[in-house]
């Protein structure tokens, strides 16, 4: 079997500052580990579930987050930054499953721990097709493109329900309780490091309950910048890219993938 498994910092075990997840930080190399002993206990688990081919995305930041000398041997890892339409590479229909782990609810959610859409610092929040949508639903996106279910998500109680309410069905494990952007009850990471890989093992047993996640066009895309100097830099060239308000732009587009890659362009 083969997996592809994308890794975000906010919703990894221990991490609950913004210090934790930003390069350079004094924090972060502690967090570094916490991710990598993390995604190791995931990798464990798909081995041991069957998987022969294991593909694991950086996709926090810079794409380089991982400490490489201590990652498990058993998966290819895919670092650096990457244009959308290039985001998943080797990522075909070949695929039985995809894995978000690490990942956080969308901007303006609740008592969600670091919830964002994309960018801390540029973006507000995203409507696809006149709903609101996160990191997770434009993931879902990318994989549901290539027919490749999202089979589990991981990351905090807001995080998991998220998932839950986008995909119907979908695996999930907490690894934390939040109570605000930067409180919360948090699970002691050796514990996660310990329960995960169960979870992640039911998930691929019990993966055929899972479908791609897919969205009939055309295709719409509201993106709500943080300010109006922002939203001043766009391009709102043509009937397919017009601005809305002072801090809205929308696109349209009949291809999603084009759509997708044209939201943060």
């Known amino acids: 079997m083969k997996f592809y498994v994308s890794v975000d910092m906010e919703g990894i075990a ?21 991710l990598t002993d993390e995604v190791n206990a995931v990798v464990e688990a798909l081995v041991q579930a069957g998987g022969e081919e294991i593909v694991v995305k950086d996709a926090h ?37 995809a894995l978000l782990i690490g990942y956080h609810g969308m901007a303006g959610t609740e008592g969600a721990m670091l919830d964002h859409s994309w960018s801390f610092a540029d973006i507000y929040g ?10 997770i639903g434009f993931e879902a996106l990318l994989f549901g493109l290539h027919d490749v279910p999202i089979l589990f998500v991981s990351g905090d109680d807001k995080t998991c329900a998220e998932a839950k309410h ?82 809205t732009k929308r696109i349209t587009d009949t291809d999603l993938l084009r759509l997708l890659s044209r939201t943060f362009a």
């Open 166 to 247: 986008l995909l119907d069905t979908v695996f999930t494990y907490e690894t934390k309780t939040a109570t605000g952007r930067h409180s919360g009850l948090l699970k002691a990471p050796k514990r996660v490091q310990s329960e995960i890989g169960e979870a992640v093992k039911e998930a691929v047993r019990r993966r055929g309950e899972c479908r791609p996640y897919r969205a009939a066009g055309p295709y719409e895309m509201k993106i709500m910048y943080m300010n109006t100097s922002l939203a001043d830099s766009r391009d709102y060239s043509g009937q397919d890219a017009v601005r809305l308000d002072g801090r």
């Open 14 to 34: 221990g991490i609950a500052l913004k210090e934790q997840i930003t390069r350079g930080e004094a924090l972060y190399q502690e967090a570094r580990q916490l």
């Open 61 to 97: 930041g810079s794409g380089y987050n991982f400490l490489f000398d201590r990652l498990h041997p058993a998966a290819t890892y895919v670092v650096g930054p990457l244009a959308i339409a290039s985001r998943f590479p080797k990522l075909d229909s070949s695929f039985d499953g």
């Open 126 to 135: 995203l409507e696809f097709n006149g709903s609101p949508i996160g990191e």
